[in-house]
């Protein structure tokens, strides 16, 4: 291993791949992160809350998405869409779609969960103060809980935006032309393993440390900023 640390002739072969295959690599990844982020934010937001609505039907809905994903493995979820889907449609699915959307809908559970939880978090009685001038359940998350709730939840957020840029390394699993499968071809052809997954490793942790500093930050604000126990101007 360390021998091959210091071994010249592979370095400079990596050189030689950088631009043509790791930097579109780490350009897919960022792409397939950012959507399926905003993926997971929107049916984050829409399950988590169907679950707290007072609705047995649309628990039930909520319920199953977040158990079925959850307990799941997404190398399983990654490997039906890339098999079945173009069943569905009749024809290809691009790999950056399918990344998009494994990542995506199996995030979405976890924040499900996490807003749910800050949704349960808020009193109940803004709920009835709400209701009382005339909000629909909508606007009462529109303008008064979600907008609580996300002041509550951007720790445990930050930290599922982390797990999913690295959980976007299983699109190399279907050659999803991201940065691992990248690294992995590459050092699989040549045998030159540590220059492959030494520089790899390292463009994750350009993506994943300030997301991994961001959360610590989060957290600690959190810490020191009381959560509001009534709105203003309600007694």
Excluded at 5 to 26: C, D, Q, R
Excluded at 56 to 65: E, H, S, T
Excluded at 79 to 91: A, D, E, H, T
Excluded at 141 to 149: G, K
Aim: net charge positive.
């Amino acid at each position: 291993m360390i021998k091959e640390l210091f071994n010249v002739k592979g370095w400079e072969a990596f050189m030689e791949v950088l631009p043509e295959e790791y930097i579109p690599g780490f350009i897919m990844t960022l792409k397939v992160a950012l959507a399926g982020l905003l993926l997971a934010l929107a049916l984050g937001v829409i399950f988590g809350m169907l679950s707290t609505v007072k609705v047995k039907v649309l628990n039930v809905i909520a319920r199953i998405y977040v158990e079925f994903f959850q307990n799941t493995p997404l190398v399983v979820q990654v490997f039906f869409y890339y098999n079945c889907l173009p069943f569905v449609i009749g024809g290809r699915v691009p790999k950056f779609i399918i990344g998009v959307i494994g990542v995506g809908i199996y995030h979405g559970a976890y924040i499900s969960e996490v807003i749910r939880t800050g949704i349960e978090a808020v009193p109940r009685g803004q709920f009835d103060a709400a209701y009382s001038q005339g909000f629909t359940y909508i606007q009462t998350m529109r303008y008064i809980i979600l907008p609580q709730t996300l002041k509550m939840i951007m720790p445990p957020l930050a930290n599922q935006a982390l797990n999913l840029v690295k959980n976007t390394s299983v699109l190399a699993m279907i050659a999803g032309m991201d940065l691992m499968y990248h690294a992995d071809s590459w050092g699989s052809d040549l045998g030159y393993f540590v220059q492959a997954y030494l520089p790899c490793a390292l463009l994750y942790f350009v993506i994943c440390f300030p997301i991994a500093k961001l959360s610590r930050y989060l957290e600690i604000r959190a810490k020191r900023t009381p959560v509001p126990k009534k709105m203003k101007g309600v007694a």
